[in-house]
């Protein structure tokens, strides 16, 4: 019997799931799964399954699910992060933040985005792979937004990390870093004094990343990390 890989659909109609080509391809031609073998998959949306695979086709297969499970404690996590020019950048930063468990990225046009363009089937699919491979249990919602739309959304924390040294904006808390939370990162050339001043405007308080100058991509994972790490440790009430 196949090894435990995981896979991903989310054609679930009651007790059956169904998995589209690419799945099939994997877990049929790649892994000789067949009928009667236990399979563990994922809907992307907090749930985790053990199914029996019951009929193979060529683009296609069926399993009936035997366990659900959905996964408490998901990060409440949104990072609106400006879009990268370079697509291996950007991939990787869409698969790292599948992987930590992020629940929204927004690729968001500002100022100093130069690629205003984003191929989100791509990313989506990145996002896919990912969440396999590192057996999670949540893909996250992805969409693209004007930066000035973020600032009107509403969360218990509203963050905004950037290098403007001459703004001031109110410092944030490590503790604001927790529960829903929004956190805006730069693009490459980060956020404009304009941008940032409208953060502060709008009630965005920074959230310092010490005193280095960290790539766009390297400042999401910072957040992201820092985030599970305080999940990780609260204190037992």
């Known amino acids: 019997m196949p090894g435990h890989f995981s896979f991903f659909t989310q054609n679930i109609q009651e007790n059956e799931a169904v998995f589209d080509e690419n799945e099939t391809r994997h877990a049929i031609q790649a892994l000789r799964y067949k009928v009667g073998d236990n399979i ?60 930590l468990g992020v629940k929204r990225l927004v690729f968001i046009q500002t100022d100093n985005t130069e690629k205003q363009r984003l191929n989100e089937e791509r990313m989506r699919k990145v996002a896919i792979a990912a969440l396999k491979q590192s057996q999670g249990s949540r893909l996250p919602l992805m969409e693209t937004l004007p930066f000035a739309t973020m600032l009107g959304e509403s969360h218990e924390s509203r963050l905004i990390c950037h290098c403007r040294n001459e703004i001031t904006v109110a410092t944030a808390g490590k503790e604001t870093l927790a529960g829903d939370c929004l956190v805006l990162i730069g693009p490459e050339g980060d956020f404009t004094s304009k941008e940032v001043q409208m953060a502060a405007t709008a009630g965005f308080s920074a959230y310092p990343l010490g ?25 037992n009430k």
């Open 40 to 99: 563990y998959f994922t809907d992307g949306w907090g749930n985790r399954y053990l199914g029996n695979i019951k009929h193979i086709e060529k683009q296609r297969f069926t399993a009936s699910i035997s366990e659900k499970i959905q996964v408490q404690g998901l990060p409440e996590l949104t990072i609106a992060v400006g879009i990268i020019k370079h697509t291996d950048r950007m991939e990787w930063l869409v698969e790292k933040c599948t992987e």
């Open 211 to 235: 005193t280095l100058i960290l790539r766009t991509e390297t400042a999401c994972m910072a957040i992201a990390g820092s985030y599970l790490l305080g999940m990780n440790h609260k204190p």
